[in-house]
């Protein structure tokens, strides 16, 4: 352990520990039903009301770590091989998006309490509805970090705003206001001011849209899209997005962003 300087940062307590010691330590493990309170601690868990369920994750500092889908940039700068590391990372969290794109007999909702980025709003944007409240900044773009991006941004993005607008947002890099992505379309809906009344006002529109007359037909809607063409997209798309991306982590232009952006380092330019 070190005291904090300019040139350290914060990666997982658990790493300082000898592996073989950590194997003799007992495991105490809480399942995803479990909701967190003062005396446990859980990044994801589930609740359910009748045929809804509700799947929250808060991670620390927005990043999941790889043992549940991808890691932080702080643990690909300590990799010893930070392609091999970025390369796994990228790789679980597209599965992660593509079982979301998968589930074609449900009708998914993404609920935005929090500020969202590069492939954390492209995740989000792989479902039915995307809802947000109002203090919400996205920023769906990669390129300050010298990454084309993956996570099929190329499907979800392009479908929500078209070819003109993904690629002025991805390529402009600026930040964008929940009112704003909601008039460009990349979000349905601004529901609240804060993230607490967003939770109560999704639960209203969950039991509206499964009492609705049209339920049935808007999960019918999904259904041609299960077919191999909606799967050979899906799949050109993460085949064009990974050769690019591994282009870029092995390219001195991200892995320079990447220890800036650990280290905090002030950038030289911005958008």
């Not at 991808?70 to 010893?80: L, P, Q």
């Not at 109560?200 to 529109?205: H, L, N, P, R």
């Not at 809607?221 to 997209?233: A, C, G, H, V």
Request: net charge negative; glycine share 6%.
């Amino acid at each position: 352990m070190k005291r904090a300087t300019n040139n350290t940062f914060k990666l997982p307590s658990i790493m300082l520990l000898n592996r073989d010691r950590l194997a003799t330590l007992p495991c105490l493990t809480t399942d995803f039903t479990t909701v967190p309170t003062n005396a446990t601690f859980n990044e994801v868990y589930y609740t359910q009301q009748g045929n809804i369920i509700f799947l929250h994750f808060s991670f620390y500092n927005g990043a999941m770590p790889t043992a549940v889908s991808t890691s932080s940039a702080g643990s690909v700068e300590a990799a010893e091989d930070k392609y091999d590391e970025s390369w796994a990372n990228i790789n679980v969290i597209d599965d992660v998006v593509f079982k979301i794109m998968s589930i074609r007999n449900k009708m998914i909702i993404s609920a935005l309490q929090g500020s969202a980025g590069a492939g954390g709003i492209m995740m989000a944007l792989a479902v039915d509805y995307v809802y947000a409240n109002s203090q919400v900044i996205l920023n769906p773009h990669y390129h300050g970090m010298g990454l084309f991006g993956s996570e099929y941004w190329t499907y979800n993005l392009l479908r929500r705003v078209g070819y003109k607008k993904a690629y002025e947002i991805t390529e402009s890099c600026l930040p964008i206001a929940a009112k704003q992505a909601h008039e460009i379309g990349l979000i349905d809906g601004i529901l609240s001011e804060t993230a607490s009344e967003l939770l109560d006002k999704i639960q209203g529109i969950s039991n509206a849209l499964l009492s609705s007359d049209q339920f049935s037909d808007l999960i019918q809607e999904k259904t041609p899209e299960s077919d191999s063409l909606f799967y050979e997209k899906l799949a050109d798309c993460r085949s064009s997005e990974l050769a690019k991306m591994s282009e870029n982590f092995r390219d001195p232009v991200y892995n320079a962003a990447r220890h800036s952006f650990v280290h905090k380092l002030t950038p030289l330019v911005t958008p």
